[in-house]
């Protein structure tokens, strides 16, 4: 049994975060808020049936998912900014311990662990020593842009002892690693959440990850070739989406309007936008619906296409790609 504050919890119902920074903290955040309003609805529902009755498949399907979570950091400074955050986010007692400096006992207290350290310090974070022993026998869910299932368990184990595939995926004898990539809509719980896994991978890992992870959004697996293309479109264009917003926003301050005023529109606009296109509507009925003969709209179209913004926002995308992938190799 683990003890995370206090109380003694199984591993089984221990989530680490192995590296809690800007993306570890939305997931985990995210999680809590899940869990506070999960938990209000069970207490409304127990409330109006007096308690009584078997639990449904539903409430099955829920045990599974970790109710603890250890945040590991490396720097007291690091470990002020979530203490600080999850004070002013969750004004209530929280299962949550903060661990700076003591990885080996953060992962020994959990069976789940979600990876989140840079890419470029997995290798320095798995060399501590007695670290990658203690991850054996673990499902260990990575973030880690551009770095691939078999890097982390060339990591965790000798390469002779792995059995290795040829579409980048491959099955280790002790650990289950699958590869995840949320992005910081996780917070508010609208995270696109990309999965990769080796075939072979238990259910029971599968059911627990998607749990998680639909906890704070939606899961899509993809095949590993195309995980560095579909890192790029989730999680990099939300900064493209707020670029191309705080354009609007300075036009829209240049035309008279208030700042706030405008970000408030411009947000909303998008959003049905984008509802629009998740019902089914196609982007060129989007464009050809609002853009009218003779109209405003096909005007500032215009500009956008002489300037060739489409073209600039597709080299963006793979550019990104290309730096996603190269991440894990520097």
Same mark, same amino acid.
């Given at each position: 049994?683990?003890? /995370? ?36 609805q069970?207490? !409304? ?35 002020? =900014?979530?203490? #600080? *955050? ?7 007692? +929280? ?11 953060a ?11 840079? %890419?470029?310090?997995? *290798? ?7 670290l990658? =022993? #203690?991850?054996?026998?673990?499902? @260990? @869910? ?14 965790l ?24 990539? $949320?992005? /910081? !809509? ?13 075939p072979?991978? %238990?259910?029971p ?6 749990s ?5 959004? #939606? ?11 579909? /890192?790029?479109?989730?999680?990099? /264009? ?14 829209a +301050? ?9 970000? &408030?529109?411009?947000?909303? #606009?998008?959003?049905?936008?984008? *509802?629009?296109?998740? &019902? ?12 009218? $003969? ?11 296409? =002489?300037?060739? +913004?489409?073209?600039? @926002? ?14 894990? &190799?520097?």
């Amino acid at each position: 049994m683990a003890e /995370t504050d206090g109380h003694h919890v199984s591993p089984s119902k221990v989530l680490t975060i192995l590296g809690c920074g800007t993306l570890g903290s939305a997931i985990l955040y995210g999680l809590l808020a899940s869990a506070a309003e999960e938990k209000t609805q069970n207490d !409304s529902k127990n409330g109006l049936a007096n308690g009584h009755g078997p639990p449904t498949p539903e409430d099955e399907e829920k045990v599974d998912k970790p109710t603890h979570f250890i945040a590991c950091v490396r720097t007291a400074k690091s470990a002020t =900014r979530l203490k #600080t *955050e999850l004070a002013a986010q969750f004004p209530y007692p +929280v299962p949550v311990k903060i661990s700076q400096g003591d990885n080996i006992h953060a992962v020994q207290a959990a069976s789940n662990i979600i990876l989140g350290c840079q %890419p470029q310090d997995l *290798e320095n974070c798995l060399s501590e020593p007695g670290l990658t =022993r #203690t991850l054996h026998d673990k499902l @260990i @869910i990575s973030i880690l842009a551009g770095v691939t299932i078999l890097q982390i368990e060339d990591l965790l184990h000798p390469p002779s002892n792995n059995i290795h595939s040829k579409n980048g995926i491959s099955a280790s004898p002790t650990t289950t690693i699958i590869r995840a990539m $949320p992005n /910081t !809509s996780s917070l508010i719980r609208h995270s696109t959440t990309l999965l990769t896994y080796h075939p072979a991978t %238990p259910p029971p890992h599968l059911h627990l990850t998607h749990s998680i992870f639909c906890t704070i959004g #939606t899961c899509t697996p993809i095949p590993p070739a195309l995980f560095d293309a579909c /890192t790029a479109l989730c999680g990099s /264009t939300p900064a493209f989406f707020a670029l191309f917003i705080d354009g609007l926003l300075d036009g829209a +301050v240049a035309l008279g309007l208030k700042r706030s005023e405008a970000k &408030r529109m411009a947000a909303e #606009t998008m959003r049905g936008a984008a *509802e629009g296109l998740l &019902r089914g509507e196609g982007v060129e009925g989007v464009r050809e619906k609002v853009a009218t $003969p003779g109209g405003s709209t096909i005007q500032g179209l215009l500009v956008l296409e =002489r300037e060739g +913004v489409r073209g600039l @926002i597709a080299d963006a995308l793979a550019m990104a790609a290309g730096a996603a992938g190269g991440l894990g &190799r520097k």
